[in-house]
């Protein structure tokens, strides 16, 4: 069975400051792991994903994130914070079952406010 | 290429009524998932579908069902609404093949029971 744990449901930044959301995952086999955003009242949009390629992913509107096997993590970056970041983040991660049977397991999500 | 549709955005519904929700993925994804959020439970999986057959089911109770249709449509049903019914139902297509893995989502239906 997979999990997923964000630590820290709210995260507060400033406009310019580095942006860290941590997410660690629990998977039994490698796993395919996932960054989604979602702005209020709307669906959910991939940032970035994991598949077992390079370690350091790179992803849309300059975040990124490093997969650390060893500290089983998956934590969200981005250098500089923009006001158009403050949004709901989710960690997840992809199991594919038995065929190609697929589900994802969300973490709780944080909720990234961009302080002026 | 046109994204994940979801039909109706916003439903409001009584108690022990029934509720169908409709999904039509991205051109050419077969694979179509359902997830229910709340903000007490999170995003929580309800079911996937591939070749209108049902290939995996999350821990839902029976009166959530779904089906798909011979061109990858997909619909979902609740029937006899419980208030903890209410949340966003999220629709997510992807395409088939373990290399391919990401889903792709819907803007959702908020279904609120009174």
């Known amino acids: 069975a997979q999990s997923v744990t964000q630590l820290g449901s709210h995260v507060s930044v400033s406009e310019g400051a580095l942006v860290l959301l941590r997410c660690n995952y629990s998977?039994?086999?490698?796993?395919?792991l996932f960054w989604y955003v979602q702005y209020p009242n709307q669906g959910l949009q991939l940032l970035l994903k994991y598949t077992s390629a390079a370690t350091l992913v790179k992803g849309i509107n300059g975040f990124e994130a490093e997969f650390k096997k060893s500290e089983t993590s998956f934590h969200l970056t981005k250098p500089s914070a923009h006001m158009s970041d403050a949004a709901e983040y989710f960690c997840a991660v992809s199991l594919f079952l038995s065929g190609s049977a697929r589900q994802l397991t969300f973490g709780s999500g944080t909720q990234l406010t961009v302080l002026p | 290429k046109a994204g994940v549709t979801q039909t109706p955005r916003y439903l409001i519904k009584t108690r022990g009524q029934q509720v169908t929700l409709s999904c039509s993925p991205i051109s050419g994804h077969r694979s179509v998932s359902w997830y229910q959020q709340t903000p007490g439970q999170g995003l929580q999986f309800l079911f996937e579908y591939f070749s209108e057959t049902q290939r995996n089911k999350g821990n839902f109770p029976g009166r959530f069902s779904g089906r798909q249709f011979s061109n990858s449509r997909s619909e979902m049903n609740v029937s006899t609404l419980e208030l903890g019914d209410s949340a966003l139902y999220l629709c997510?297509?992807?395409?088939?093949?373990?290399?391919?893995?990401?889903?792709?989502f819907g803007q959702g239906t908020r279904l609120t029971v009174v």
């Open positions: 997510a297509s992807s395409l088939e093949g373990r290399g391919n893995t990401e889903a792709f």
């Open positions: 998977s039994s086999v490698p796993p395919y």
